[in-house]
């Protein structure tokens, strides 16, 4: 399965156009997608992007909810009606419009940070701040799920199961006649 992963950072040349890492751009190609899907990320000041597997992601997301729901409708227009198709150049490079470069704060660099099915598009600084805290509450995350884990794994030992303690009680029930 392709998936978008690391990390790179080009500069906007002086037409506003930024290039699509070639590793990125090979995964879209394979992908069957024309364009880059570009919508801005609810959670975060940066560009989710990628091909059908964003759009696909997105389309089950919304799928999720009634067709006319108040719920889907926000989603919806947030999530489809903000985005953006960008048109891909034959060397790779797609022009940011101003308002998917407002919402991730980009200037003159651009950060292309894979995540899986996906991509997102950040200014550098702004990303840095983000991983630095993502690292610690990461960590954070793993000890708390590894101690989760312990504790279940010894509340398994220390109980036993059904089968032994039936047998258990047979055995002292048989020794008490």
Same mark, same amino acid.
């Not at 801005?40 to 799928?63: F, H, K, T, W």
């Not at 101690?147 to 036993?160: F, I, N």
């Given at each position: 399965?392709?998936?978008?992963?690391?990390?790179?950072?080009?500069?906007?040349?002086?037409?506003?156009?930024?290039?699509?890492?070639?590793?990125?751009?090979?995964?879209?190609?394979?992908?069957?997608?024309?364009?880059?899907?570009?919508?801005?990320?609810?959670?975060?000041?940066?560009?989710?992007?990628?091909?059908?597997?964003?759009?696909?992601?997105?389309?089950?997301?919304?799928?999720?909810?009634?067709?006319?729901?108040?719920?889907?409708?926000?989603?919806?227009?947030?999530?489809?009606?903000?985005?953006?198709?960008?048109?891909?150049?034959?060397?790779?490079?797609?022009?940011?419009?101003?308002?998917?470069?407002?919402?991730?704060?980009?200037?003159?660099?651009?950060?292309?940070?894979?995540?899986?099915?996906?991509?997102?598009?950040?200014?550098?600084?702004?990303?840095? $701040?983000?991983?630095?805290?993502?690292?610690?509450?990461?960590?954070?995350?793993?000890?708390?799920? $590894?101690?989760?884990?312990? $504790?279940?794994?010894?509340?398994?030992?220390?109980?036993?199961? $059904?089968?032994?303690?039936?047998?258990?009680?047979?055995?002292?029930?048989?020794?008490?006649?």
């Amino acid at each position: 399965m392709d998936e978008f992963v690391s990390k790179y950072v080009n500069r906007l040349d002086s037409k506003g156009r930024v290039s699509i890492p070639a590793a990125f751009r090979q995964i879209l190609a394979r992908d069957g997608y024309d364009n880059l899907f570009c919508s801005p990320s609810l959670e975060m000041d940066c560009v989710d992007a990628g091909g059908q597997g964003l759009r696909s992601a997105i389309d089950d997301y919304l799928n999720a909810f009634e067709v006319f729901s108040e719920e889907r409708e926000i989603l919806a227009t947030t999530l489809l009606g903000e985005s953006e198709a960008l048109k891909m150049d034959k060397d790779g490079r797609v022009v940011l419009s101003e308002t998917l470069k407002g919402h991730a704060g980009i200037d003159d660099k651009v950060a292309f940070v894979g995540n899986g099915f996906k991509f997102q598009i950040w200014n550098p600084e702004r990303y840095e $701040t983000y991983r630095s805290d993502a690292v610690e509450r990461a960590r954070a995350l793993r000890k708390s799920l $590894t101690a989760q884990r312990q $504790t279940s794994r010894m509340a398994r030992v220390a109980q036993p199961s $059904t089968a032994q303690s039936s047998l258990g009680s047979k055995r002292d029930g048989e020794g008490a006649e």
